[in-house]
Structures are given as structure tokens and as C-alpha cells.
């Protein structure tokens, strides 16, 4: 295990963090990237270095253009935290959802961590990151309601693409990628 990877703290059975507590952990601690797991488990992550966070910038804002260009939904970058059907909060590097969805959030839903599961989310893998966790953590996507996740490694030039009922796919050095199942268009890597 890599020792600057991400930290999980357990707490005793039965003891969770409440959405309102982790709201307001959350809130306390804007410096801090925090997730929580379905199992109530705090995540604890470290911040990207800056190849990282370079690479993220480039993949959110491909993400925004293309929904500029389209207008078929809404983007986010990796400050956004969702509450999956689990319960888990999580917040992917990337994530797009549908207009209609969208428009249906009401405005307190839209202000704190929403009760829905994106339609499209990217992962990029930093060197922090355990590939095991980063590949569960896409399957809980898909599990939940994510039709369309694509998990980027950098260092292995792959991406593994996440589509509910199928297996998963390997690219190997893609020139570019293409988001078809959540709307026309593509993204380029």
C-alpha cells in the first residue's frame, strides 16, 4: 500500500457519519478532500500533485466544452460530492449528468451533496491511487446508476471503460474517447 495514498478511517460498528456531520466535516475543512463510503467509512484524500491536477483540469474541461457545444446537461469537476442510492458520497475528477435531471434537483439539492448519481463520471488514476480501490470504486458507479465511466491511468496509457451489463473494456493508448451513451459527441484524452 502506498503510504501517501488515501487514508480510511473506520469507525466502531454502528457509528456513521450522518449526512449532516459529513456536511458539515466537509464545510469545517475545505482544505481537505473527503468521501464518504456506503459503509458510513471516512476517506481521506490527499491532494493531486500537479501533474495530476493538470491532467484532471484538461479532462473537466473537455467534459464542460462538449456540454457548452451540446447543452444537453451539466458538468462538474472534482469538488462536487454526490450521494449515490448507497448512501455513499462520492466525487469523481469528472462528471456529467442530463439536462432533465438536472433541472429536476431542487435548488437546496443542488447546494449540498445531491441525492443522485450522475450519468457519466471520470476517474483519473494519480500515483497515490491503489488501481483495486479505483476499480471498485467505478463498479459502485455503475452499480448505482452511472451509465458511462471511464477510468484513466496515465502511467499504464490505459482506460478502462464501465458500462452497465458489460464487461469491462481496455483500451490501450487511446487517441480519443467517445461519451455516445451519454449524448453525442466525444472527448479527446
Known amino acids: 500500500m502506498n503510504p501517501s495514498g488515501p487514508l480510511t478511517v473506520k469507525f466502531r460498528p454502528g457509528l456513521r457519519l450522518s449526512d449532516r456531520a459529513f456536511w458539515k466535516l466537509c464545510r469545517a475543512n475545505p482544505d481537505l478532500w473527503l468521501e464518504r463510503t456506503a459503509e458510513g467509512e471516512l476517506v481521506i484524500m490527499p491532494p493531486a500533485g500537479p501533474d495530476s491536477s493538470s491532467r484532471n483540469a484538461g479532462i473537466t474541461a473537455q467534459v464542460w466544452n462538449w456540454n457548452q457545444r451540446t447543452g444537453l446537461g451539466a458538468t462538474f469537476d472534482s469538488s462536487v460530492g454526490f450521494t449515490l ?4 458520497i462520492r466525487g469523481p475528477d469528472a462528471a456529467w449528468m442530463t439536462r432533465e435531471r ?3 434537483l431542487s ?13 457519466f463520471v471520470v476517474e483519473l488514476r494519480s500515483p497515490s491511487d491503489g488501481i483495486k480501490k479505483l476499480r471498485d470504486k467505478m463498479q459502485e458507479y455503475i452499480t448505482q446508476g452511472v451509465r458511462l465511466a471511464w477510468l484513466i491511468d496515465p502511467k499504464s496509457r490505459t482506460v478502462e471503460v464501465y458500462r452497465p451489463d458489460r464487461p469491462v473494456e481496455v483500451l490501450k493508448g487511446p487517441a480519443a474517447l467517445s461519451a455516445k451513451k451519454c449524448g453525442p459527441g466525444s472527448f479527446s484524452t
Do not use: G, I, K, M
Not at 442510492?85 to 455513499?88: L, Q, V, Y
Not at 435548488?107 to 450519468?119: K, L, W, Y
Open 107 to 119: 435548488q437546496p439539492e443542488r447546494e449540498q451533496f445531491s441525492h443522485v448519481c450522475p450519468d
Open 85 to 88: 442510492p448507497n448512501t455513499a
Open 102 to 104: 438536472w433541472d429536476a
